[in-house]
């Protein structure tokens, strides 16, 4: 994260696509039960998002509570076999991070973080190695 690896003291690290959907209205009553709905819809964006969770202690205290704009991001997660890699590989030059300390039975650091850029393809910044 921001050219500083992450790998120490993790928790969980997640990942979700998320759709921004528009309804079309429907220019037809459509029922079910005597209710209305839309029927068709188109996806404008699709951005992805997640979390990243670590415990907290002295390599992991420093900028527990902020957030950032612009900040690369890079999740790779996998294996080497026979010197080839398998697995999935996450890489984002412009992400927007939140990070937050949460209490619990041990203290954690949450960091938050949403990808600002739009690409054509989600392939050109995400990658699945097989």
Not at 57 to 73: K, R, W
Not at 84 to 110: A, E, H, M, P, Y
């Amino acid at each position: 994260m921001g050219g500083a690896s992450i790998s120490d003291h993790l928790v969980s690290v997640s990942i979700e696509l998320q759709n921004d959907v528009k309804w079309i209205p429907y220019k037809t009553v459509n029922t079910a039960s005597g209710t209305r709905y839309p029927t068709q819809y188109t996806i404008d964006k699709k951005v992805l998002a997640g979390n990243i969770r670590r415990y907290l202690n002295d390599d992991t205290e420093s900028a527990s509570q902020s957030y950032g704009l612009n900040q690369s991001l890079r999740i790779k997660a996998g294996t080497n076999i026979g010197g080839l890699f398998k697995g999935i590989d996450f890489n984002s030059n412009n992400c927007s991070l939140t990070q937050r300390i949460q209490t619990g039975t041990v203290f954690t650091k949450n960091t938050d973080w949403r990808m600002v850029q739009n690409p054509a393809s989600v392939s050109g910044v995400f990658t699945y190695f097989t």
